[in-house]
């Protein structure tokens, strides 16, 4: 049966007084100190512990003016969205300035995590390796034709939000498991089909981050390595949160 409003509960430690909207706790054990951040509500105010404060600028420059707002909206959507699954408290605002938003965000224990989540675009890409005149091997943007029969590249923007971290069966090492959609398992499947016995790589803001030799034709699900854990758990959230639309920078912070 659930605690109505206004009722006094025990739990053997001490006791909680609640009336409408505060509620109280004295506890028992004299040895019990508030930290910080139960100090810092008690005064009334927000702790500095732990605050990383960011002002972000986008890079609307290769966007028409009329869609430069659609893009601030859809960085703000796509940092909100990071931040609750990473499990912080915080708030986007977007500043006066037409491409500015700033960032509050509360708890945090690692700043340069906390901004890699963040600011980091996010966008997927897999590439092929082809040999150019003078014999070099390069990554190229790798294509295939999608279920409407054009030839096209296979954008992140196809994945499903449900990536996952998961542990490789053979290596032991932590790997980032994907799925596509119908028209990203199309053109994947092309794609690895085509290049059996052949190197994939996939690249995260033009970064190569693994390039496996693909063994068999795959249809819709994949996997990233070569990560460590916590980098893998925080590309996991920007897959599943989306890509930024358009590059952002720290102006201040």
């Known amino acids: 049966m659930g605690v109505p409003q206004g009722v006094a509960v025990a739990d053997g430690r001490g ?12 506890f028992a054990d004299d040895r019990w100190k508030p930290g910080p951040l139960v100090r810092a509500l008690q005064a009334g105010i927000e702790p500095e512990e732990g605050v990383l404060q960011l002002v972000l600028e986008a890079d609307v420059s290769q966007l028409e003016p009329q869609r430069h707002q659609q893009a601030l909206d859809g960085v703000k959507k796509v940092i909100e969205r990071r931040v609750n699954a990473f499990g912080l408290v915080g708030s986007v605002t977007q500043l006066r300035s037409e491409n500015r938003l700033s960032v509050r965000l509360l708890g945090v224990k690692d700043v340069a995590q906390a901004k890699s989540l963040i600011i980091r675009t996010a966008q997927l890409e ?3 390796q082809v040999t150019d005149a003078s014999g070099s091997a390069q990554w190229v943007a790798a294509r295939a034709r999608g279920t409407d029969g054009r030839e096209k590249d296979l954008p992140g923007a196809h994945l499903r939000s449900n990536a996952y971290l998961t542990t490789g069966s053979r290596s032991g090492l932590p790997e980032v498991a994907f799925e596509f959609d119908d028209e990203g398992s199309a053109l994947f499947e ?3 089909s085509r290049l059996i016995g052949h190197r994939l790589g996939i690249f995260l803001d033009g970064d190569l981050v693994s390039a496996p030799t ?5 249809r819709s699900r994949g ?31």
């Open 223 to 253: 996997v990233i390595t070569g990560v460590t854990r916590e980098a893998a758990h925080i590309l996991v959230i920007q897959l599943n949160s989306g890509p930024l639309p358009v590059p952002v920078s720290v102006v201040s912070e």
């Open 126 to 128: 897999f590439r092929e």
């Open 214 to 218: 693909v063994q068999a034709k795959i």
């Open 190 to 192: 092309d794609i690895t």
């Open 15 to 26: 006791r909680a007084s609640s009336s409408w909207g505060q509620l109280k706790l004295t």
